[in-house]
């Protein structure tokens, strides 16, 4: 894999089978697990997990502890398939936000400490528990 300007800070992790954009920084204590992808010139600052079933759009910024979370109800594990988070491009999301499996348009902007519990539009600031 060629990682052209892509910066990766001290204890951090890109697994095999992650891809990842030019231009690209992952910041201290970050794991993006294999299957994941992030866009061109996007940012995922530190102490974050990005799941295999996450795709992060080009310019974007993922604040310090956003949780993906990669089932609608967790405690069914054996039962529920994973579920895929979209996140378009140019999207801001804030500290210690917790995302289920869903979309998030282009220009969203998540507010710190919120859980979206549904598709976020294009250009829509959401804040709290947004369902």
Avoid: W
Wanted: glycine content about 12%.
């Amino acid at each position: 894999m060629q990682l052209d300007g892509v910066q990766l800070f001290p204890f951090s992790m890109i697994l095999a089978g992650a891809e990842i954009g030019d231009g690209v920084r992952i910041q201290s204590f970050s794991i993006v697990e294999g299957g994941a992808k992030i866009g061109v010139r996007t940012t995922v600052h530190a102490h974050n997990i990005i799941c295999g079933s996450v795709e992060i759009g080009e310019n974007c910024f993922i604040s310090s502890f956003v949780g993906f979370i990669d089932r609608t109800y967790p405690q069914n594990r054996s039962k529920d398939p994973i579920e895929k988070t979209i996140i378009g491009n140019n999207v801001v999301i804030g500290v210690s936000a917790v995302l289920f499996p869903i979309s998030v348009g282009d220009y969203a902007i998540i507010g710190a400490n919120s859980t979206v519990l549904r598709d976020v539009e294009g250009g829509e600031i959401v804040s709290g528990v947004v369902k």
